[in-house]
């Protein structure tokens, strides 16, 4: 009997799930930037505003690497639905805090994928994943470093504008 | 496994049987065949995939405690699909373990094709 399903289709129906899960996830991350670029902007924080920008960005065109991953291995790609998004944000710090949080979540659950990948011995999945843990390592390490700045230059009297004049200088290299 | 029904051109293979139906593969159309609810449906990969998961969505058990006075009827119809089941509570229960054995099947014939045809020894 031939095995008409693998054929259709690459991944296992629990990888596509899960990537189809991780796909919301980077689109619900994309969402939360473009609302702290919104509230970093209204409370003039313009270097902030410009940096939450670009990692919305960022994280749509991994939603669009996901996605484009599960329909070129004959999978379902399914377009997620987005809700519950904050606006308003206590403080300056704690929009920092939750990018971070952002963060390490998206990390997480990428490394989930990859557990599930080594059970299933899906190295073709795992080799894709690859890209997008040298990715969040340099994700996790801006955000932290954004969030450090609070405690190195302190927020009392100009420090919330030198912190954020210096968001955008923060940058990530190997060496 | 068994080949079951040998026509001029179409070979079907049995992939899972229960008392209430059962499930053919047609290799020369990779297709399979439902014989379920008193008929014999065509379903090709994509239309096998979406029936599972309309079967699996329902709340069975949601299903038996409601106290409604409406008839549990489920309507499973499939998106660009030629066949639509309406089936009571007894019959989604069955058609639910035909497709769960169905899908360990087609799993366990993935594992022997692997291991007969596609993996160096």
Redesign the interface.
Same mark, same amino acid.
């Given at each position: 009997m031939k095995d008409i399903m693998r054929t259709k289709c690459l991944i296992s129906s629990d990888v596509e799930t899960l990537i189809n899960q991780q796909i919301k996830k980077e689109a619900y991350s994309s969402a939360v930037y473009l609302s702290m670029a919104s509230w970093c902007d209204r409370n003039g924080f313009d270097y902030s505003s410009d940096y939450f920008f670009k990692q919305a960005e960022e994280e749509r065109m991994h939603q669009l690497k996901f996605y484009k991953y599960v329909l070129d291995m004959g999978g379902v790609a399914i377009s997620p639905e987005i809700t519950n998004i904050k606006i308003e944000y206590n403080s300056f710090r704690e929009v920092y805090e939750e990018a971070l949080e952002q963060e390490v979540s998206v990390t997480q659950s990428i490394k989930n994928i990859a557990a599930r990948c080594h059970k299933e011995q899906d190295y073709v999945t795992l080799e894709f994943l690859n890209w997008f843990f040298k990715e969040q390592r340099e994700e996790e390490y801006k955000a932290r470093r954004a969030l450090e700045l609070f405690d190195v230059i302190g927020e009392e009297g100009t420090g919330r504008w030198e912190i954020d004049k210096h968001v955008g200088k923060i940058s990530y290299s190997e060496d | 496994?068994q080949d079951l029904i040998t026509l001029p051109s179409i070979t079907f293979?049995e992939?899972f049987s229960t008392k209430n139906g059962a499930i053919y593969?047609s #290799?020369s159309e !990779?297709c399979w065949y439902i014989d379920f609810a008193g008929k014999l449906a065509r379903f090709d990969?994509r239309n096998l =995939?979406k029936l599972q998961k309309a079967v699996y969505q329902i709340d069975i058990e949601n299903l038996l405690l409601s106290s409604d006075k409406a008839p549990d009827l489920e309507i499973i119809f499939i998106c660009a699909c030629d066949h639509c089941y309406v089936l009571s509570l007894i019959q989604i229960i069955a058609i639910k373990e035909l497709l769960q054995g169905t899908f360990v099947m =087609?799993?366990l !014939?993935?594992i022997i094709? #692997?291991r007969l045809h596609r993996i160096v020894a």
């Open positions: - | 496994m293979s992939v593969q #290799d !990779n990969y =995939l =087609l799993e !014939n993935h094709y #692997d």
